[in-house]
C-alpha cells in the first residue's frame, strides 16, 4: 500500500463545475510528486481534499494506511502552503512562523531554535519583528513555506509556493525545498502550473486538465514521451513542434505543402500530428523542408531559432555559438528516432514510446 492513495476522488461544485473528476492517485513515502496543469483544472481542489479543507464529493482519501477522506484536518499530519498565503494578520513574522509549533508538544527553547533556523535559511531573519502587511508579496510567500518548514510533518502540501517571487529567488528556492524535502524525507504534493519549476523538482510530474490526469511518469518520461497532444504543447519550453498533415502508405504529408517523408512507425492511413522537441529538429542540407529565420533567441547555453516553413513555425535548438542571421534559409528534418505522431481527432499518441 501506498503512503498516499486517492481512489476515485471527485469534486463536484453546488453549481455543477467538475473540479475534480474520479483521481486516482498513488503517492509512495518520500516521494516528491507535482501536480503540473493550467488554471482552473482541479489542483487547488485536489490538494485541499488531500488536507481535509474540502469534502469530496466521492472517493476516498488514504493516509499512512487509514482511511482519512472524512477526519478534519487536525487528524492528519500535513503541512500545507496555501496559494494565497494565509498568514496570520495580526501576528509579527516570528510568531506565525512559532505558531504551528505551540500546541504540538515542542519545548519553549527548541521552537525559538527552530523558527531562528528556518528564518536564517529563507532570509527572514531580518524582518521577524515586522507584521505580514509590512512585507512585500514574496517575503510573505517566503513566511508562508517557512510555516510549513518549521514542522516535519509526513506530508507537504505546497500550492504554487514560488509563485510571487522572481526568477533567481525562484531556481534558489527550488533548491532549498528540494534539500528540505530529501532531508526529512517527508512525502510531497507540489503544485504549479510551471513546467520548468515541476521538472526542477519532480521525483514524477501529474499533469492535469480539467479535473483529469493526463500523464503520470519521471519529468524525462512526461517531456520526451508525451501521450497526448496537451501534454506535448504544454510540457516544454518552447513547446514540441507540431505539424499537420495525412499519413498515406507510411509516407507523411504536411497538410497543403509539397513536404513529405517516410514515416519510421506504422499508422493507419489518415490525418496525423508530427511532433518534435526542438532539439530533435535537426539542420541538415538533405533536411525535408526549408524554413526562414524569422527570430533567434539566445538563451545561454543555446539557442532557439524560428523559422517561417510552409508547414508553420517551427523552432530548432542550435548550439549558442551558431549564427543565425534573419532571414537565412535553412533545411531541416525532424529526427526519426524521437518523432512523436498523434491522432487529431482524439489528441492521443499514436505510436510507441521508445523505453
Ligand atoms: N469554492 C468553489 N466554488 C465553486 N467553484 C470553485 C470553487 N473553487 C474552485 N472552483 C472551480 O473549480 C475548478 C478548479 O479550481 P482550482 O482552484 O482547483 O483550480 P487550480 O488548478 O488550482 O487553478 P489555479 O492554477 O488558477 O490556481 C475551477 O473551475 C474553479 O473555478
Ligand atoms: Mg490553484
Not at 469530496?56 to 487536525?74: C, E, F, I, M
Not at 526529512?184 to 502550473?193: E, G
Not at 505539424?243 to 497538410?255: H, K, L, N
Amino acid at each position: 500500500m501506498s503512503f498516499l492513495e486517492l481512489q476515485s476522488l471527485r469534486k463536484t461544485w453546488p453549481d455543477g463545475t467538475q473540479a475534480v473528476k474520479s483521481l486516482d492517485l498513488a503517492i509512495e513515502a518520500g516521494q516528491f510528486v507535482v501536480l503540473l496543469g493550467p488554471s482552473g483544472c482541479g489542483k487547488t481542489t485536489t490538494l485541499r481534499m488531500v488536507a481535509g479543507l474540502e469534502q469530496p464529493s466521492s472517493g476516498s482519501v488514504r493516509l499512512n494506511s487509514q482511511d482519512v477522506t472524512h477526519a478534519p484536518p487536525s487528524a492528519r499530519d500535513i503541512g500545507f502552503v496555501f496559494q494565497f498565503h494565509a498568514l496570520y494578520p495580526h501576528m509579527s513574522v516570528e510568531q506565525n512562523l512559532l505558531f504551528p509549533l505551540e500546541n504540538v508538544g515542542v519545548p519553549k527553547a527548541e521552537r525559538r531554535a527552530t523558527v531562528a533556523r528556518v528564518a536564517a535559511a529563507l532570509g527572514l531573519d531580518g524582518m521577524l519583528r515586522r507584521r505580514p502587511r509590512e512585507l512585500s508579496g514574496g517575503d510573505q510567500q517566503r513566511v508562508a513555506l517557512g510555516r510549513a518548514l518549521v514542522r516535519k510533518p509526513a506530508l507537504w502540501l505546497m500550492d504554487e509556493p514560488l509563485g510571487m517571487l522572481d526568477a533567481g529567488e525562484r531556481a534558489h528556492m527550488c533548491e532549498f525545498l528540494r534539500a528540505k524535502q530529501l532531508e526529512h524525507r517527508a512525502a510531497t504534493m507540489y503544485v504549479t502550473h510551471d513546467q520548468e519549476e515541476a521538472m526542477r523538482l519532480a521525483d514524477r510530474v501529474v499533469v492535469m486538465d480539467r479535473g483529469e490526469v493526463l500523464q503520470d511518469g519521471p519529468p524525462g518520461m512526461v517531456y520526451s514521451e508525451p501521450q497526448s497532444l496537451f501534454v506535448a504543447r504544454f510540457v516544454g519550453s518552447p513547446g514540441m513542434n507540431l505539424i499537420e498533415g495525412d499519413a498515406r502508405a507510411g509516407v507523411f504529408q504536411a497538410r497543403g505543402t509539397n513536404i513529405q517523408w517516410a514515416l519510421p512507425h506504422p499508422v493507419p492511413d489518415g490525418p496525423v500530428i508530427v511532433g518534435a522537441r526542438p532539439e530533435n529538429v535537426r539542420v541538415d542540407a538533405e533536411g525535408a523542408f526549408t524554413g526562414r529565420v524569422v527570430l533567434d533567441a539566445f538563451v545561454g547555453p543555446c539557442r532557439y531559432v524560428h523559422l517561417d516553413s510552409p508547414a508553420g513555425r517551427i523552432v530548432v535548438r542550435v548550439s549558442a555559438d551558431q549564427s543565425a542571421p534573419s532571414g537565412g534559409q535553412w533545411r531541416v528534418e525532424f529526427d526519426p528516432r524521437a518523432l512523436c505522431l498523434f491522432d487529431p481527432r482524439t489528441g492521443r499518441r499514436l505510436n510507441e514510446s521508445r523505453s
